[in-house]
């Protein structure tokens, strides 16, 4: 079987990060598109930064799901404009139309040429242009993937455009970036990262890479971790911002395959188990498998067969 890891040249890490960005753009392009959110504002400090060092930039500002005709009218931009780079800071719409704006920089024909499912699902011929991304909410992950998912209004659907050609050149996530984030969009964003912790207990054996324990130990670490935060979270009273009516409504009588006697029944599928309880149950599942022992335990993490 084989198996392809793919993840952008160059990823930075670290509170602090992004006041990187000026110097690695200086190395990359003189004439930068700049894909944001609704609020341009926000990131007033990075253009500034831009400008000091001599980079010319034009700022495009993506609101709400990013649609084709969104990726389209930035494409036309960031031609007429000459760009040589992207910039993508924010959520996952504004990466994912920096990464489309970037790739059909260097490429020739219409955004839909490249689509699928509606298109033709043509393949990328050349590496996308220079493109950071830079994001600000960690929900989605687009800065390390291989696709641009934008919104088909007209037939109801969403579509992607895919290449491995796509993937940003730089990745740089600084946590700092985060902090502002309102307490809404940051449960939200939340779900989604333990959606996708969740689904690495999913993974059936034959796809997983050979003799990677990153899997395993990220899934068990992830959702000890989710399980602290939704804690605090209910502690701190998280119903005013919508999250409570959530947990209330899919957390209870779910049909949980483990039983935890500390938040429901001792067995059965069919325990009222609360979502805190059913990440421990599913923590000390993997770790019964014995397959996510050891990566807890070098991690720091109290084994979750003692909880």
């Given at each position: 079987?084989?198996a392809?890891?793919?993840?952008?040249?160059?990823?930075?890490?670290?509170?602090?990060?992004?006041?990187?960005?000026?110097?690695?753009?200086?190395?990359?392009?003189?004439?930068v598109?700049?894909?944001?959110?609704?609020?341009?504002?926000?990131?007033?400090?990075?253009?500034?930064?831009?400008?000091?060092?001599?980079?010319?930039t034009?700022?495009?500002?993506?609101?709400?799901?990013p649609?084709?005709?969104?990726?389209?009218?930035?494409?036309?931009?960031?031609?007429?404009?000459?760009?040589?780079?992207?910039?993508?800071?924010?959520?996952?719409?504004?990466l994912?139309?920096?990464?489309?704006?970037?790739?059909?920089?260097?490429?020739?024909?219409?955004?839909?040429?490249?689509?699928?499912v509606?298109?033709?699902?043509?393949?990328?011929?050349?590496?996308?242009?220079?493109?950071?991304?830079?994001?600000?909410?960690?929900?989605?992950?687009?800065?390390?993937t291989?696709?641009?998912?934008?919104?088909?209004?007209e037939?109801?659907?969403?579509v992607?455009?895919?290449?491995?050609?796509?993937?940003?050149?730089?990745?740089?996530?600084?946590?700092?970036?985060?902090?502002?984030?309102?307490?809404?969009p940051?449960?939200?964003?939340?779900f989604?990262?333990?959606?996708?912790?969740?689904?690495?207990?999913?993974?059936?054996?034959?796809?997983?890479?050979?003799?990677?324990?990153l899997?395993?130990g990220?899934?068990?670490?992830g959702?000890?971790?989710?399980?602290?935060?939704?804690?605090?979270?209910?502690?701190?009273?998280?119903?005013?911002?919508?999250v409570?009516?959530a947990?209330?409504r899919?957390?209870?009588?779910?049909?949980?395959?483990?039983?935890?006697?500390?938040?429901?029944?001792?067995?059965?599928?069919?325990?009222?188990?609360?979502?805190?309880?059913?990440?421990?149950?599913i923590a000390?599942?993997?770790?019964?498998s014995?397959?996510?022992?050891?990566?807890?335990?070098?991690?720091?993490?109290?084994c979750?067969?003692?909880?």
């Amino acid at each position: 079987m084989l198996a392809e890891w793919v993840t952008p040249d160059r990823i930075l890490f670290g509170p602090g990060a992004a006041r990187q960005v000026p110097e690695i753009v200086v190395g990359l392009a003189s004439r930068v598109m700049v894909v944001c959110g609704s609020n341009p504002q926000r990131h007033e400090w990075l253009l500034t930064a831009l400008a000091a060092r001599g980079i010319a930039t034009m700022v495009y500002s993506v609101v709400g799901e990013p649609s084709v005709a969104v990726a389209e009218e930035a494409l036309q931009r960031a031609r007429e404009y000459v760009a040589t780079a992207v910039i993508g800071i924010g959520g996952g719409s504004a990466l994912d139309v920096a990464k489309a704006v970037a790739g059909l920089l260097v490429n020739d024909g219409e955004l839909v040429d490249y689509l699928e499912v509606v298109g033709k699902g043509r393949p990328l011929a050349k590496r996308a242009a220079p493109m950071i991304a830079i994001p600000t909410t960690a929900g989605t992950g687009s800065e390390a993937t291989r696709n641009a998912v934008l919104e088909v209004p007209e037939k109801g659907v969403k579509v992607s455009m895919r290449s491995p050609l796509l993937v940003p050149t730089w990745a740089v996530v600084d946590p700092e970036l985060t902090l502002d984030l309102p307490p809404g969009p940051t449960a939200t964003r939340w779900f989604r990262c333990l959606s996708a912790t969740l689904g690495k207990f999913c993974i059936r054996e034959g796809e997983r890479i050979h003799g990677c324990p990153l899997p395993g130990g990220v899934a068990a670490c992830g959702t000890l971790a989710a399980d602290r935060v939704l804690e605090r979270t209910r502690s701190q009273r998280a119903q005013r911002y919508g999250v409570g009516r959530a947990f209330q409504r899919y957390g209870t009588r779910q049909r949980w395959p483990w039983g935890c006697s500390r938040f429901g029944r001792t067995s059965g599928w069919d325990a009222p188990c609360s979502p805190w309880g059913a990440v421990r149950c599913i923590a000390r599942a993997r770790c019964r498998s014995k397959r996510a022992c050891s990566a807890l335990a070098c991690s720091g993490f109290t084994c979750a067969c003692a909880l």
